[in-house]
């Protein structure tokens, strides 16, 4: 018999949902949503779901990932009930949820205790700045470790268990019988969701926002990888720094836009943004931003004379990596694409 959590949808709150109890289930949202099919409905279901407190059952769902925010549903929701909202706090709470550390929950319900990590942070890089006496060279090169070894930490201590929890709860607690072979075989799926969200397409309104979100995912990765394994800040090749410069200002000329959008309030899925949805294209913004002045600063030869800047742009990157990557928005990213992924191991099962 489904276990029944009375006190869900309260929770559910706290990650930013309101007024699905205006629902009336007349099942406008499902018939006017793109994605909806027959054999995965949604979102009535998951508000079905969210008022009774049927929480394991809402764990084991991938429905919340199927939906990218288009907020069709909404504007035709008789009663604002917001369903395109009740499906993002949906994809928070399943964030926290997957979270073995319990931090993202933590983090995503309260912004003092976030503001607390940053300056934390903050304080740690100064801190590492006095003890290397803001000698440039050693601050470099231990950015660039710092860099290396935080995504291999990162990965394999937090998002990876947290990626085995999220596949227990959706695969394995509810029993899909899903033959190995087919994990092999379907892994496709799984790298052309991350690099392109393709379903993304099939939402009405969506060419140009998936397209800025592609290549806000190109320039974001090609980054990392000119930084952490080019070594960007520290090469003399002419290719890689012009590299770098074309991403680095494709991360930030193109998060501008997301941010211009998010302020206008415009559309549905900008109407109710959370501190982490802010959070998250701020700081992208600031690491593209930063990176690109950094290398400016260095072939400019004023750099030592500007510590300053390479100790902000440290500080956005330490934030970014502790607690965004981990803990916040980021982590949507990859959880989304395992969800693709475990939907098709689903189907095929
Ligand atoms: S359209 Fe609104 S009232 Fe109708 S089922 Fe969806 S959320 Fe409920
Ligand atoms: S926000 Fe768009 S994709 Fe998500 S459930 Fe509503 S209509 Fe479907």
């Not at 929770?11 to 930013?16: D, P």
């Not at 054999?39 to 969210?50: A, D, K, L, Q, V």
């Not at 600031?286 to 440290?314: C, E, P, Q």
Request: one cysteine or more.
């Amino acid at each position: 018999m489904a276990k029944v959590n009375p006190k869900f949808a309260e929770e559910l709150k706290k990650y930013g949902s309101y007024d699905f109890y205006a629902c009336f289930n007349c099942g406008n949202c499902t018939a006017t949503c793109s994605l909806s099919t027959q054999e995965s409905s949604f979102p009535r279901e998951m508000i079905r779901y969210t008022t009774l407190g049927l929480e394991d059952e809402i764990k084991a769902s991938l429905k919340p990932w199927e939906c990218y925010y288009c907020g069709q549903c909404s504007t035709e929701c008789p009663r604002n009930a917001s369903p395109g909202e009740l499906m993002m706090s949906l994809r928070r709470y399943l964030t926290a949820a997957y979270d073995w550390t319990g931090l993202s929950g933590i983090l995503y319900k309260s912004l003092p205790i976030t503001i607390i990590a940053f300056v934390l942070i903050f304080l740690g890089v100064i801190a590492f700045a006095f003890s290397v006496q803001f000698d440039l060279e050693r601050m470099l090169h231990v950015g660039h470790l710092f860099e290396a070894i935080a995504i291999g930490t990162i990965g394999v201590v937090i998002l990876l268990p947290n990626v085995a929890r999220m596949w227990y709860f959706t695969i394995l607690k509810p029993k899909a019988k899903v033959p190995f072979l087919k994990y092999v075989k379907s892994l496709g799926e799984l790298f052309i969701h991350m690099f392109t969200q393709k379903r993304a397409l099939g939402c009405d309104d969506n060419q140009l926002r998936w397209f800025e979100h592609f290549i806000l995912v190109i320039g974001y990765l090609s980054l990392l990888f000119t930084t952490v394994v080019l070594n960007w800040f520290g090469t003399d090749s002419l290719f890689i720094i012009i590299l770098g410069y074309v991403m680095s200002a494709i991360v930030f000329v193109v998060t501008i836009d997301f941010i211009r959008r998010r302020r206008a309030k415009k559309e549905e899925m900008t109407k109710h943004s959370q501190p982490s949805d802010i959070l998250f294209v701020a700081w992208l913004f600031w690491m593209g931003f930063s990176a690109f002045l950094v290398r400016l600063f260095i072939d400019l030869d004023i750099l030592d004379t500007n510590k300053w800047l390479y100790i902000f742009h440290l500080t956005v990157l330490a934030q970014w990596a502790l607690v965004i990557v981990p803990f916040g928005k980021w982590s949507h990213f990859l959880y989304r694409s395992f969800a693709m992924y475990f939907a098709r191991l689903k189907a095929k099962g």
